[in-house]
């Protein structure tokens, strides 16, 4: 790799995949080594990186994988909120995204007779890149492609996939029920409820882990 831009990717793959834990340092020397690259290509890489929320510059440690604070995880459910409510009122049923919704609810439940919390984590990510979808806005997209980024980087901050993603399962059924069934505004309103679910749920974990 000669270009920042796909090493960022490359990268951001790897530390919401958890091939990197949050709060590791990453090594400068040996990860462009490893990769086979530039230093100041993978410095580059490491701004965008930054950017988006998933790498830290700490003073006299270097760069670190960021570990999201309860502060964090507040606003990036608030962010979630703002972004899928809105995308979820004002679409239309028959957008092709709702078939993306419809295949990932589809594959989590798929998923879920085998516990395989992973595939079942990245199954409902998808659904709410779906929803995200539907507002046909590229700009929307990035900026949550951004937020769910470090979302992931917080759950794997906690060890109970089960607790983290079991329950929203059946959740993700009753918003595209709600929405097929009952159109855009009571399926945001499901949406909404959910989140804030959610929300709780990480922050619990997290105060049972002493985080502040």
Request: net charge negative.
């Amino acid at each position: 790799m000669t270009n920042a831009a796909p090493l960022a990717d490359a990268l951001r793959q790897r530390i919401i995949d958890g091939e990197f834990a949050p709060g590791s340092r990453l090594s400068e020397s040996a990860l462009a080594e490893r990769l086979d690259v530039s230093r100041n290509t993978l410095r580059e890489a490491f701004r965008v990186l930054a950017e988006q929320g998933l790498i830290e510059h700490v003073p006299h440690r270097g760069v670190s994988v960021a570990s999201p604070s309860m502060a964090d995880v507040v606003d990036i459910y608030r962010a979630r909120r703002v972004i899928e409510c809105a995308a979820l009122q004002q679409a239309e049923p028959e957008h092709p995204a709702v078939e993306l919704m419809r295949a990932a609810v589809d594959a989590a439940e798929t998923h879920l007779a085998g516990t395989d919390w992973r595939l079942i984590g990245s199954a409902t990510m998808a659904f709410h890149d779906a929803i995200v979808a539907l507002a046909d806005s590229p700009r929307l997209a990035r900026t949550y492609r951004d937020v769910a980024a470090e979302l992931r980087l917080a759950f794997l901050e906690i060890d109970d996939p089960r607790a983290l993603h079991e329950p929203f399962v059946r959740k993700n059924r009753a918003v595209l029920d709600a929405f097929l069934e009952r159109g855009p505004e009571a399926a945001a309103e499901e949406l909404e409820q959910y989140l804030i679910r959610s929300e709780r749920t990480v922050l619990g974990a997290f105060a049972r882990m002493g985080k502040s």
